[in-house]
Each structure stands twice: as structure tokens, then as C-alpha cells.
Nanobody, 116 residues
Framework: QVQLVESGGGLVQPGDSLRLSCAAS????????MNWFRQAPGKEREFVGR????????EYADSVKGRFTISRDYAKNTAYLQMNNLQPEDTGIYYC?????????WGQGTQVTVSS
């Protein structure tokens, strides 16, 4: 019954900001490592970053460090990906993901397009 639902994607110009949401059910974000991935056209899915459970912090891919920030709201059981200074190479489908009982679960993805 694990379900992840991403939202917040859209079409923006270079330099703009966007915040993606990942609403979770069947798991608790407070006890989970919440991951973000993205997949550009013609490329493999790549790791963007994750927020660890408790107070362990966050990790990011080098390509997004300093621009993207992952956070969570325990009360809403939702993880977030704040994306600043977006560039065309950030274009792709963004997915949240979590491991639970030996399985990796994925949301349906939300499209982010950065173009002039």
C-alpha cells in the first residue's frame, strides 16, 4: 500500500525556481530516507539527492549542489525538492523514491521543463 505522488512540475525559464512535492502514504517520511531522481530524454535515470531519516542530513549529486534543497514536513508526510537557478540540463521527469521492506517504490513522476 505504499504510494508516492509527485507534483509541482512545469515549464520555466532558465534561472527560475520550482518546488516539487512528494506526498507519501503507507510509509512515514520521518522514518524513511526520501530520494529524488530524474530522467532526461534519451538518458538513464540519475540520482538527484536524498534526505535521511531523523537528523542525519541530506546528500546531493554534484550537478545540483548549491541549487537544490530537499526537506520534509512530518505532519503532512511529504518530502520536497526546492530547485533554484534551474537550467536547461535540469529538464526531465522527476521521481521520488523510498525503500520499504526490501522493495523500492517510485512515484509516477512530474515533468520539469527548463527552456527559453
Amino acid at each position: 500500500q505504499v504510494q508516492l505522488v509527485e507534483s509541482g512540475g512545469g515549464l520555466v525559464q532558465p534561472g527560475d525556481s520550482l518546488r516539487l512535492s512528494c506526498a507519501a502514504s503507507g510509509i512515514m517520511v520521518v522514518t524513511s530516507h526520501m530520494n529524488w531522481f530524474r530522467q532526461a530524454p534519451g538518458k538513464e535515470r540519475e540520482f538527484v539527492g536524498r534526505i535521511l531519516n531523523g537528523g542525519a542530513g541530506t546528500e546531493y549529486a554534484d550537478s545540483v549542489k548549491g541549487r537544490f534543497t530537499i526537506s520534509r514536513d512530518y505532519a503532512k508526510n511529504t518530502a520536497y525538492l526546492q530547485m533554484n537557478n534551474l537550467q536547461p540540463e535540469d529538464t526531465g521527469i522527476y521521481y521520488c523514491s523510498v525503500f520499504f521492506r526490501g522493495r523500492q517504490y517510485w512515484g509516477q513522476g512530474t515533468q520539469v521543463t527548463v527552456s527559453s
